[in-house]
């Protein structure tokens, strides 16, 4: 049975013009706007900061009683088999050691309607993803309660996914679950009930709120050696089929393992090992591409696989869709030659040739590189070439006020990052810790960030990691990611910027102040009380919008949604509108006619279209200003004499 549950209630809000193209990059939440939620106090939620981070932090609030006592050394009770802890999504500025700007508790949250928890000291969880369209960020966990033991092991409620009889169960069944969290705190939890039992989800992203793609892995007691990828016997069933990289979809409790991938024999795998070859840790969308990683050192092969659209590119969808490993175990050292073991855990693609992974390291092989590492397609071939340590402080014991033993850094988990404009990259990362206790499972660990050049192809010395943050005794970070964007019906008072990377979606948002437009903007309904710029940004689509002063828009470096342009329909510019230098692959429609049903907009000023490689489409709107275009490759075009204009009409739009 599926239990999707949406915390806050959705308005249906009327859409008109383009509502199929802002929808194509603002996805669900172009539908809805939602009531904030109330924290602790009872202060209202005041919504994530575009540009900020966004930690999932998981508290150990008590558990079950052990000869071993309590936090943290029941953990090292044989007996005890994980004790769910809370999660806390904590918002941070990238400045080292800045208090919390927000927090929001999601387990709290979603009691007692289906209460999300993860297990504490479960290392390979926690992942939190920011949608690709920067609306949501998505958290896979269990549909448990809090201080609960041996969730992480219990197998799911789906038919044929527990290997207890159902006359007589032992352990009661928990499934998975996912939160998608919305810019303003609107949290929708999905339960999944055919995913990952008897064993740990690792993450879930979504690219626009409609679907969940998911990566973890199961228990695969009673399974036989597969005849080829994902192929058994007739009539198999069990939790083993459960496991891998799989799609499943708002309002429904069942998902779909989108493929297999398929490792060759080892003197040391049995046939059950087989299922694990698809134990996936890392998961993330690049380029319109679904990509997983595995580092479980196990079973299978570790490293980086791209999960194709059937045998292309593509995100897939369905079953048999063919995974492809990019690089994997080992790895050559670039520095010594040698072969290096590695166990890859999160990744974030610079550019389609340039990844930068996170190795958890502690093989206790001498020759693993853990750390952040640097791989490069070279002549069609992913290339190490080299690896960020330095400010880690790799195997260097750390005591921890309120923790009895010392903990050692031993590389890294989870990650996030953003390409700079200067040519570099900052990547945020969680840390992997070991000690006494359970191998370090349940360590305190810290919050880390490093810059990079792109283009370097050897570690220059100046990359060194600084701390931003650190977790503190009886909490453990997990995850990071950037925070959603997406205001819906609220005001936020101030300037507003949206950073490079970053999509933003303002549905009917009042912002008492300037604009600025680094990544890619979708305003629908939306007031700007000042100057909108957008410089080196991705894409600006303005809908039934009033923006009192000037919108700007230079050299424009085009990411338009796959349905169409940028474009400026039926608004209000106060001030002038001026567009210059967009790029080729950045089209621009402004006011244009029938069939788009745009009636056109008003301009109180001018209207400047100049020295663009982009097509321009101007049409039916009202310009009390001069309305002046040249120098552009194609020359602007549009309806004759559609536009009203107060002043003169100059250049390419002489006619228009």
């Known amino acids: 049975m599926s239990n999707f549950v949406r915390l806050q209630g959705f308005n249906a809000r009327a859409r008109r013009p383009y509502s199929r193209l802002i929808a194509a990059l603002a996805g669900v939440a172009m539908l809805s706007t939602t009531a904030a939620p109330a924290l602790a106090g009872g202060s209202a939620f005041p919504g994530f900061m575009p540009g900020n981070l966004v930690v999932s932090r998981i508290q150990y609030d008590g558990g079950p009683s052990s000869t071993y006592g309590g936090y943290p050394t029941i953990f090292n009770d044989p007996s ?4 769910q802890g809370s999660i806390h999504l904590d918002e941070y500025t990238t400045t080292p050691f800045s208090p919390v700007v927000t927090s929001l508790d999601l387990t709290a949250l979603t009691v007692p309607n289906s209460p999300i928890t993860t297990s504490f000291s479960s290392k390979s969880e926690g992942a939190l993803e920011l949608s690709a369209n920067g609306e949501f960020l998505t958290y896979m966990g269990y549909q448990a309660a809090d201080e609960l033991e041996s969730v992480s092991n219990s197998y799911t409620t789906g038919a044929g996914t527990n290997l207890q009889s159902p006359d007589t169960p032992v352990f009661p069944a928990y499934d998975r679950e996912i939160a998608m969290i919305g ?31 998911m990566a973890g892995n199961s228990d695969s007691t009673t399974y036989p050696k597969p005849t080829g990828p994902c192929t058994f016997k007739s009539g198999t069933t069990g939790p083993g089929l459960t496991i891998g990289v799989r799609i499943g979809a708002p309002g429904s409790s069942a998902s779909t393992q989108l493929g297999c991938y398929d490792a060759a024999d080892r003197p040391d795998e049995s046939n059950t090992k087989h299922v694990k070859d698809n134990n996936w840790r890392g998961l993330g969308i690049f380029n319109g591409n679904l990509y997983v990683s595995k580092g479980s050192g196990g079973n299978g092969d570790d490293g980086l696989f791209q999960v194709e659209n059937g045998t292309g590119a593509g995100l897939p969808t369905g079953t048999g869709n063919t995974i492809i490993k990019l690089f994997g175990d080992p790895a050559t050292d670039p520095i010594s030659g040698a072969a290096a073991p590695i166990t890859p855990f999160a990744f974030f693609f610079a550019n389609p040739t340039t990844v930068y992974v996170a190795d958890e390291g502690s093989s206790g092989n001498p020759a693993e590189v853990p750390g952040l ?11 190490l070439l080299y690896t960020i340590q330095n400010g880690l402080d790799l195997g260097v014991a750390e005591n921890i006020t309120g923790y009895p033993v010392p903990t050692t850094t031993t590389g890294l988990r989870n990650l996030t990052g953003i390409v700079n404009q200067d040519g570099t990259v900052t990547i945020y990362a969680i840390t992997a810790q070991s000690s006494s206790i359970s191998g370090g499972e349940p360590d305190p660990d810290r919050l880390v960030a490093v810059s990079d050049p792109i283009g ?18 009886g909490q453990v970070f997990r995850g990071v990611a950037f925070a959603p964007c997406g205001f819906g019906a609220t005001t936020v008072n101030g300037n507003l910027k949206i950073p490079a990377g970053g999509r933003c979606a303002l549905n009917g948002t009042t912002v008492n102040g300037n604009l600025t437009v680094d990544g890619a903007l979708v305003a629908s309904g939306a007031t700007i009380r000042g100057n909108v710029q957008a410089q080196d940004a991705e894409f600006v689509a303005l809908n039934r919008t009033i923006v009192d002063g000037n919108l700007q828009v230079a050299r424009l470096q085009g990411n338009p949604p796959a349905s169409g342009e940028n474009f400026i329909c039926d608004s209000l ?20 006619a029938p069939p788009a049903f745009c009636l056109g907009n008003t301009i ?53």
Do not use: M
Not at 80 to 83: A, E, K, N, V
Not at 456 to 473: C, M, N, V
Not at 605 to 626: E, K, P, R, V, Y
């Open 80 to 83: 005890i088999s994980g004790i």
């Open 183 to 213: 810019g303003n705190g609107t949290v929708t939890l999905q339960n999944e009930s055919n995913a990952f039992s008897g064993d740990n989800p690792r993450a879930a992203t979504t690219v626009d709120g409609t679907q969940f793609y």
């Open 573 to 592: 510019i106060g001030g002038n509108l001026q567009i210059q230098q967009s790029s080729s692959d950045s089209p621009w429609d402004i006011g244009q």
């Open 373 to 383: 590492q640097k791989w490069e397609l070279v002549s069609g071939t992913w290339t």
């Open 604 to 656: 109180k000023g001018n209207l400047q279209f100049q020295n663009n490689d982009a097509q321009g489409l101007i049409s039916n709107n009202s310009i009390n200003g001069n309305l002046q275009c040249q120098n552009d490759t194609p020359p602007v075009t549009g309806i004759a004499g559609s536009n009203t204009v107060g002043g003169h009409k100059q250049g390419e739009c002489s006619g228009l």
């Open 456 to 473: 370097a192809t050897t570690l220059p010395g100046s990359d060194t990691f600084i701390t931003l943050q650190e977790s503190g005794a």
